[in-house]
């Protein structure tokens, strides 16, 4: 397989997974072998997510599952993203969300606490949610406890169809509270690109985004200074484009096209 001329000036290439790499539980199409042969022609591979219900062990067991060669520390989700902005910041966090995000937060050094104690909220996609749990944030919140979250997606693709995502589960915090976030991690903020660039020490202008969103993705790749290919594999259809703020560099059918 080789690399369309337009893409093969790119050394790095900051893949998002669902809707590029899978459905689901389901590898899209010719998608593990674009992997296999961007590592193969020598380009650095990172992987992106904003879904926060798994760590970076937890998508490196995914990835390799779904028949994907990836290696740790080519892992970005915003469970992980979410860690590292916090540390420093606080110490002790209200959780409401995964395992995955529990996991990267005690790797990060941070201590779970309850509502009396915890000095952040920190809200990621819990299909878990109670209301108790909300119940619990608020008392933080209304402590003066920053609010903190993984992503800002509205809903995500399941088998069955939409469902509710973090945003949902943030938006009914911020409505209790009568406050809006203090930070949202995942895409479009630029945060969780720059930390990858940074841990790997990539330029910029070295690095091809690759996602399915307009929103999020591409938009995010923008604001991190990156070129932007949005696959039609995913959430976007042609007909967003027209509209869309943020306009991507290149437009694929899937990732299959970026080689010829
Ligand atoms: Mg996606």
Do not use: Q
Not at 148 to 153: I, S, Y
């Amino acid at each position: 397989m080789r690399l369309k001329p337009e893409f093969a000036r790119f050394s790095a290439f900051l893949l998002d997974c669902d809707g590029v790499l899978w459905r689901g539980e389901e590898p899209i199409p010719g998608a593990p072998e674009a992997v296999r042969a961007l590592k193969a022609s020598g380009k650095k591979v990172l992987f992106f997510t904003n879904n926060a219900t798994l760590s970076r062990r937890g998508y490196l067991a995914k990835l390799r599952r779904l028949g994907f060669d990836a290696e740790p520390g080519e892992v970005y989700c915003s469970a992980y993203a979410a860690a590292v902005w916090l540390r420093g910041r606080v110490r002790r966090v209200y959780v409401v969300g995964e395992e995955g995000l529990v996991e990267e937060l005690k790797l990060a050094g941070l201590e779970l606490a309850g509502p009396e104690e915890a000095e952040c909220v920190v809200v990621g996609l819990d299909r878990g949610l109670t209301y108790s749990k909300l119940e619990g944030a608020l008392r933080c919140l209304s402590r003066g406890a920053l609010l903190v979250a993984t992503n800002g997606d509205p809903t995500l693709p399941t088998e069955r169809g939409l469902a509710p995502g973090a945003g949902a589960i943030l938006a009914a915090l911020e409505a209790a509270a009568g406050r809006r976030a203090d930070a949202v991690v995942g895409k479009p903020n630029a945060f969780m690109y720059e930390l990858a660039l940074r841990e790997h020490g990539i330029r910029p202008g070295e690095a091809l985004a690759v996602g399915d969103r307009l929103d999020t993705d591409v938009e995010g790749a923008k604001r991190a200074g990156l070129a932007a290919a949005l696959v039609l594999t995913g959430a976007a259809k042609p007909s967003d484009l027209e509209r869309a703020r943020v306009k991507p560099d290149f437009v694929l059918g899937s990732i299959r096209d970026l080689f010829e």
